[in-house]
């Protein structure tokens, strides 16, 4: 690739997905077949000031290895060292880097009770850090580039040099990165586009969001008093803005956990624990998940909706117009980072605590007075955009509120 | 390289290297520059029986950039979950393979300073972890495969291409893999081969070596009382053999620490914390190293002989013929494994405790008893064989025996 395009998208993670601070410490989580753009990522990092930058290496052959054939109490436990690693990262408010390049298809054939096994075990033991992150005490920044696994999966007619270059254009293209353009500049505007349309939505103060459309969904979706809608960037606790997935097309906040009712179908396959789960249908009553379908993978949908109580709720709504950039390239990524941001979605699982007014600064029992579900150790989103889906918004005095018609926002 | 022998290495280094037990821990240092060769050692490992394969990868290029450009402060402490890993991973006894291949002059220009206060850190911070990897607690094994910035410092003349096939050769070659030989059992009888010759030594009971050659090496080395000559493998606490360095054609022991007298030249330029130094020049009274020199990297070299009291003294003496495998091949590898295997040579630092009888159950109190330099966080072998080596013993009742004569052995 363009050396100089790679140079401009390792800074603008930096800088903007980051904002790194002179003195803080970076942590870096790279496929080693990236190796290369980890390096950039390295020098960007100590060129704007960085303390130190922590590289957390992975390799898809290792970790599909230990996953098929480690001995089998192995997933039940995590590492106390990686315990402490992560929460005293975490802690020191350090940035994390996360580049999500994977085989979508990587854990095919895994015992999904290993899968389910582990991630309750996360659950436990990564519980003090995961509620760091998720209330921005760090700030965080999930980005890809392509590996050929990845590549070929998206573009499986194409050589394997052709798909990568596509996969390489997609990426740049979503995430603005041009031959000539400033990238951080292009990144501000955007940014705030999607703040004012996330204020005006805050105006509205909806109590409920019915969404519809023609593959079947049928779900009335009730929001938390004070839910915040967010978009285009985060602060955390030291005050340091950051934009925490890139690309980012999104509007998000969070359901009343124990006020989803109905049905609702996935409209796009959706890349869950090293495996592609599609066609899938969740039905809800008063919040909870009673009933799981999947055409595919459905045991790998059932183990992470069962990982614990709080995994039968929803924790994430977050709007995506049908026609927009992501969506209009057609591309079906087979990666949450680029999906999601192609469509209306989602998330089973823990709530960002930002999403409801001051969220960040409450506990937990707090969290879960305000309605919102603060007690998951999974966030999983999937997909539900549609070229036909309608979201009707209700207020709290009654009106109602055409909010997306025709896949797309009218508001 | 002929995938057939890249696997039986691979095998070779889990069955005879570390000798995996079914249930076993792996631990796997390995550059992300030597991934396909990781993923070989991993399958092998699990292969084998293990019960989960930890891979630590790590990058010359990050690290470059970390030693020249962290905060300083950073190379004051070691990361606490760095050493609660290495410490809960020996004391569990699992099996550490690492993979020494790195740009020989990967660190060159790094203030040394910063790598003498790392060391402190890690002597300090890592001691109970590095002593019981020294008196076997668990099984290790350091091998080598080319990366491309070794092959170039090797072979400068090559190719890119032909330098990795030329470097490969010659691991090959002294790790005794052949295209239809069986290497597992090659390694048996090089093993006992090198035990007889030990355990010949043993039966003399030297009490002092002197070391001459035209170099001007005049050094006079005492010998403990209850030394033990050793080779071809070691046995770890489990009763687990295992052949820490791959290759090893030394025969090695530890000198009494307090009776080393004379002077010292180095017979090969050693690569020392990503630094080559070269024309070393050390001189020793009463064990104590008392005078340093270098003619090139000279810095490097003081900052690690002062690292601790300890490593002023040496911890190691090393018996390898002048007319041996990895010497006729006349390649000077700036790679200690390689080059030390190549060529007599002593280690300034600690001692391993199993160069004393019984010493692997003893306390470090107990060792310094027994006349060994047991208490230094450095062990760094440097070159001193020539083809005009001379090394006669003294025993105890006062006769004097020709070891080495012309550089090679006479007994």
Same mark, same amino acid.
């Given at each position: 690739?363009?050396?100089?395009?790679?140079?401009?998208?390792?800074?603008?993670?930096? $800088?903007?997905?980051?904002?790194?601070?002179?003195?803080?410490?970076?942590?870096?989580?790279?496929?080693?077949?990236?190796?290369?753009?980890?390096?950039?990522?390295?020098? @960007?990092?100590?060129?704007?000031?960085?303390?130190?930058?922590?590289?957390?290496?992975?390799?898809?052959?290792?970790?599909?290895?230990?996953?098929?054939?480690?001995?089998?109490?192995?997933?039940?436990?995590?590492?106390?060292?990686?315990?402490?690693?992560?929460?005293?990262?975490?802690?020191?408010?350090?940035?994390?880097?996360?580049?999500?390049?994977?085989?979508?298809?990587?854990?095919?054939?895994?015992?999904?009770?290993?899968?389910?096994?582990? %991630?309750? @075990?996360?659950?436990?033991?990564?519980?003090?850090?995961?509620?760091?992150?998720?209330?921005?005490?760090?700030?965080?920044?999930?980005?890809?580039?392509? *590996?050929?696994?990845?590549?070929?999966?998206?573009?499986?007619?194409?050589?394997?040099?052709?798909?990568?270059?596509?996969?390489?254009? $997609?990426?740049?293209?979503?995430?603005?990165?041009?031959?000539?353009?400033?990238?951080?500049?292009?990144?501000?505007?955007?940014?705030?586009?999607?703040?004012?349309?996330?204020?005006?939505?805050?105006?509205?103060?909806?109590?409920?969001?019915?969404?519809? =459309?023609?593959?079947?969904?049928?779900?009335? &979706?009730?929001?938390? $008093?004070?839910? &915040?809608?967010?978009?285009?960037?985060?602060?955390?606790?030291?005050?340091?803005?950051?934009?925490? =997935?890139?690309?980012?097309?999104?509007?998000?906040?969070?359901?009343?956990?124990?006020?989803? =009712?109905?049905?609702?179908?996935?409209?796009?396959?959706?890349?869950?624990?090293?495996?592609?789960?599609?066609?899938?249908?969740?039905?809800?009553?008063?919040?909870? *998940? &009673?009933?799981?379908?999947?055409?595919?993978?459905? %045991? *790998?949908?059932?183990?992470?909706?069962?990982?614990?109580?709080?995994?039968?709720?929803?924790?994430?709504?977050?709007?995506?117009?049908?026609?927009?950039?992501?969506?209009?390239?057609?591309? #079906?990524?087979?990666?949450?980072?680029?999906?999601?941001?192609?469509?209306?979605?989602?998330?089973?699982? $823990?709530?960002?605590?930002?999403?409801?007014?001051?969220?960040?600064? #409450?506990?937990?029992?707090?969290?879960?007075?305000?309605?919102?579900?603060?007690?998951?150790?999974?966030?999983?989103?999937?997909?539900?955009?549609?070229?036909?889906?309608?979201?009707?918004?209700?207020?709290?005095?009654?009106?109602?509120?055409?909010?997306? &018609?025709?896949? =797309?926002?009218?508001?």
């Amino acid at each position: 690739m363009n050396e100089k395009m790679l140079k401009e998208y390792a800074r603008l993670i930096v $800088e903007v997905g980051i904002n790194v601070q002179k003195g803080q410490r970076l942590v870096v989580n790279c496929p080693v077949d990236c190796a290369e753009f980890g390096r950039m990522l390295t020098t @960007a990092a100590y060129d704007a000031g960085a303390r130190d930058v922590i590289v957390n290496w992975r390799d898809d052959y290792v970790n599909r290895e230990h996953w098929l054939k480690a001995d089998d109490d192995v997933f039940d436990t995590v590492n106390p060292w990686d315990v402490q690693k992560s929460l005293a990262l975490a802690k020191e408010g350090a940035g994390h880097i996360s580049i999500a390049a994977s085989n979508p298809e990587n854990l095919r054939g895994v015992d999904p009770d290993r899968l389910r096994r582990f %991630d309750v @075990a996360v659950g436990r033991d990564m519980k003090e850090s995961s509620r760091l992150m998720m209330a921005n005490y760090c700030p965080w920044c999930v980005v890809s580039i392509p *590996i050929l696994s990845w590549a070929k999966k998206v573009f499986p007619d194409l050589s394997d040099e052709a798909a990568m270059d596509r996969l390489w254009q $997609e990426i740049f293209s979503a995430v603005r990165i041009t031959e000539d353009g400033d990238a951080v500049e292009a990144w501000r505007e955007h940014c705030n586009n999607l703040e004012t349309r996330s204020a005006k939505l805050n105006e509205y103060r909806f109590k409920t969001l019915r969404y519809t =459309n023609s593959l079947g969904t049928d779900l009335t &979706v009730g929001m938390p $008093e004070e839910h &915040v809608w967010m978009a285009g960037g985060d602060t955390s606790r030291a005050g340091i803005k950051f934009v925490a =997935n890139m690309p980012t097309e999104e509007i998000f906040s969070a359901p009343k956990k124990d006020e989803v =009712n109905g049905v609702l179908y996935a409209s796009k396959p959706l890349n869950l624990r090293g495996n592609i789960v599609d066609g899938i249908r969740l039905t809800f009553e008063k919040g909870r *998940i &009673v009933d799981i379908h999947a055409d595919q993978g459905e %045991d *790998i949908l059932r183990a992470a909706i069962e990982t614990d109580e709080g995994s039968h709720y929803l924790g994430e709504i977050a709007l995506v117009p049908y026609d927009s950039p992501i969506s209009n390239s057609g591309v #079906l990524f087979f990666n949450t980072l680029f999906d999601e941001n192609a469509s209306c979605h989602f998330a089973f699982g $823990e709530a960002y605590p930002s999403c409801v007014k001051g969220g960040d600064d #409450l506990p937990m029992e707090e969290l879960l007075k305000r309605g919102i579900n603060a007690d998951s150790s999974q966030h999983v989103d999937f997909m539900v955009g549609t070229a036909d889906l309608s979201i009707i918004g209700t207020t709290e005095d009654g009106r109602e509120i055409p909010v997306f &018609v025709d896949g =797309n926002f009218v508001i």
